[in-house]
């Protein structure tokens, strides 16, 4: 029972944040925020079975998602007309199955290579599917979408989900299940050969593994919790159009993936809850955060190529050999200045930007139209720019150093 | 009994012949040694008995099955494994994933999505068995890519004697090791090929000469000898056209 704890002690804690958050945020705008982070996240990871664990390139997963939620919104009407009559808390696992018949046939003929093949024919469905969505207007109601109503099912426990905190926790409860079957599917022989495939294809087919039955396998199960997030998609919005299942939605979940790090489960956790606080957040404040997430993207490919989780599973090694220590030092004299260099340049554009040209930032007014403040802000990023780069040698060292394998590693306690 | 036969294998690529008629029988436990020039088409023909390619013309049985054409999970299911001239191995895994995952197919969980891996309790003693065999438990947790060169070869030798196969084929598995690496690397071949049937490639001579109970020689895609390690180097046909070509091609 100990082990058991200690060893479900991240889940409980995962599932003590998906259940306090709005105790602690309740604002309607909050709420509103984390049902997006929730169905992000299912969505992403589903998108992570394939890119990250499975080493399958799709430019095409908005599919499963779109179908799911077109699925979960006219179950909702047919519940709306008592053609049906259930509670609306099953729909997400209908979504899902729709999900996974699509993946069923889809998969049957785009598993059979990984790569740039895979890629293509993932991207072909995506813009076929969009593209019929809007000629097949009787299903996918064509440029104005389906909406519907989820307040005429049953109620369940005298909950009758008109408001968005009541949905939160019915996609809070889907979220941490989906979460968890995900992450039990990386434990089993089918998730481990995916990784294995991901590596290396023709290894794998030499251990006794086709390449692409398990990519198959890994397919269906992606493409089953993809419908999910599009059935809680269709639940919070009670409204679904052509743009879930375009390649708008396919790039961001790819995004989301990418950023937070692939190939780690909880990387694409990061990553749904980033995007979705700039999604929502940083757009109130500033008008120019496209652009940084377009500069976040181009940092963390050029910088983090494993991306956020990434960065932490870099120190594997080094915590291993028990000189992760030896890093905090270099790490801050490097970190300080970056910091302060990216602030200001954010400062720069944003001041470029502004159209009351002032800004007042640590209580100094900056001024747009004082050449002392753009003089100031030019010196401050340049020395920082170069204390960095003084720094860096330094740091490379200490990571050698602590990434060094020597020959006989010191045990481990 | 011969485990493996090849009888009069043909592999052509386009116009050009790599594999001109190979008859070849390999006999349970034996330790077998193909030798021969660069661009004898030593490795074609690893590919060609372990499904990477399909043969043009001839036949490739496995205890009497007929296997050739097979694609290599069919045939590495049948109990044939092998290592690459090149490192290949599951480069993001851990060490002790890559041999776990070796072991899945023979130890019967096939593409199963309901099996845990960390609660099979004999899987997990079997993969800590094999490590400890090939010396890398103290690596158990690196990722398999950060191993220094020779001891990625012993993983690679691990993952092919995982799978529990009773014919082991290595393609060149001490090259570019060091003198006292290399050492080590016959010793461990000895070791876990122990009762198992071993076919091998290999260029150093004295490697071969000491493990190996037959030797065939392989020119041009044909077998000009196939006799004991005694009676190849004293094959003056062997010499000839052995030492023929090195010198033809300097």
Redesign the interface.
């Given at each position: 029972m100990k082990k058991f704890l200690t060893k479900s002690f991240a889940w409980f804690g995962y599932l003590a944040v998906l259940l306090l958050l709005p105790q602690f945020f309740d604002s309607i705008l909050a709420v509103s925020l984390f049902n997006q982070m929730a169905i992000a996240i299912v969505f992403a990871l589903s998108y992570n079975m394939l890119l990250g664990q499975g080493g399958m390139l799709s430019f095409g997963h908005a599919v499963y998602f779109g179908l799911g939620g077109f699925l979960a919104v006219h179950a909702l009407l047919l519940i709306e007309f008592e053609t049906v009559y259930f509670s609306i808390v099953y729909i997400p696992l209908l979504a899902g199955l729709v999900g996974l018949l699509a993946a069923l046939f889809i998969g049957s003929f785009s598993t059979r290579k990984a790569g740039t093949v895979f890629a293509m024919i993932s991207l072909g469905i995506g813009e076929l599917l969009a593209a019929s969505s809007l000629i097949f207007v009787s299903f996918f109601g064509g440029e104005a979408g389906v909406s519907g109503d989820r307040t005429y099912g049953p109620p369940l426990f005298g909950v009758e989900f008109f408001q968005g905190i009541e949905i939160y926790y019915l996609a809070a409860a889907w979220v941490f299940v989906a979460t968890l079957f995900m992450y039990?599917?990386t434990?089993?022989?089918?998730?481990?050969?995916a990784?294995?495939v991901?590596?290396?294809p023709?290894?794998?087919?030499?251990?006794?593994?086709?390449a692409r039955?398990?990519r198959y396998?890994s397919f269906c199960?992606s493409g089953f919790f993809a419908g999910i997030a599009g059935g809680l998609y269709a639940l919070n919005y009670e409204f679904v159009t052509e743009e879930t299942l375009n390649a708008v939605t396919s790039g961001r979940v790819l995004l989301m993936a990418y950023i937070g790090g692939l190939?780690y489960f909880i990387g694409p956790i990061l990553g749904a809850v980033i995007l979705t606080l700039m999604n929502s957040l940083l757009s109130n404040y500033t008008d120019l955060w496209m652009l940084y997430l377009g500069i976040l993207f181009l940092l963390t490919v050029l910088f983090l190529p494993k991306g956020f989780a990434g960065f932490i599973m870099m120190h594997?090694?080094a915590w291993?050999q028990r000189r992760i220590g030896k890093l905090v030092l270099p790490y801050l004299a490097t970190g300080i200045p970056a910091m302060l260099f990216m602030a200001t340049c954010v400062l720069m554009l944003e001041l470029s930007h502004l159209e009351d040209e002032s800004l007042s930032v640590l209580s100094i007014d900056l001024s747009a139209s004082s050449p002392f403040t753009w003089i100031g802000l030019l010196l401050i990023a340049t020395i920082s720019m170069l204390v960095t780069r003084r720094t860096l040698p330094a740091l490379r060292e200490a990571w050698e150093f602590a990434n060094h394998?020597t020959d006989?590693?010191e045990s481990?306690s | 009994m011969s485990i493996l036969t090849l009888n009069n294998v043909h592999k052509r690529f386009g116009e050009t012949p790599i594999i001109r008629g190979v008859n070849l029988s390999i006999e349970e436990g034996e330790r077998h040694a193909i030798i021969g020039p660069n661009g004898a088409g030593k490795s074609t023909l690893f590919h060609l008995i372990?499904?990477?390619y399909p043969v043009t013309e001839g036949t490739i049985s496995l205890r009497g099955q007929a296997i050739q054409n097979l694609?290599?999970?069919e045939i590495?299911?049948r109990g044939l494994?092998?290592s690459?001239q090149v490192t290949?191995?599951?480069?993001?895994?851990s060490v002790f994933?890559n041999i776990?995952?070796?072991l899945?197919?023979?130890m019967g969980?096939?593409?199963?999505?309901?099996?845990?891996?960390?609660r099979q309790h004999d899987l997990n003693t079997a993969a800590r068995g094999i490590l400890d065999q090939i010396g890398l438990s103290?690596?158990a947790?690196?990722?398999a890519g950060?191993l220094?060169y020779a001891q990625q070869r012993a993983l690679e030798l691990g993952?092919a004697i995982?799978?529990g196969a009773e014919v082991i084929m290595l393609d060149e598995p001490v090259a570019g090791m060091s003198h006292s690496e290399a050492e080590n690397a016959v010793a461990l071949i000895r070791r876990v090929t122990e009762g198992k049937t071993l076919i091998m490639v290999e260029h150093d001579m004295s490697i071969v000469f000491d493990i190996a109970d037959r030797i065939s020689v392989l020119v041009y895609g044909e077998l000009i000898a196939c006799d004991t390690p005694s009676n190849i180097r004293n094959s003056e046909k062997v010499q000839e056209a052995y030492l023929g070509t090195v010198t033809a091609d300097e």
């Open positions: 039990l599917f434990q089993t022989p089918a998730g481990r050969m990784n294995a991901r590596d290396n023709e290894r794998a087919e030499f251990i006794g593994y086709s039955r398990v396998i199960a190939g594997r090694v291993l394998m006989e590693p481990k | 372990s499904g990477k694609p290599p999970y590495a299911r494994a092998r690459f290949n191995i599951f480069p993001r895994l994933e776990r995952c070796g899945l197919w023979k969980y096939g593409y199963s999505f309901w099996n845990l891996l960390g103290q690596r947790d690196y990722p950060e220094a993952i995982a799978s």
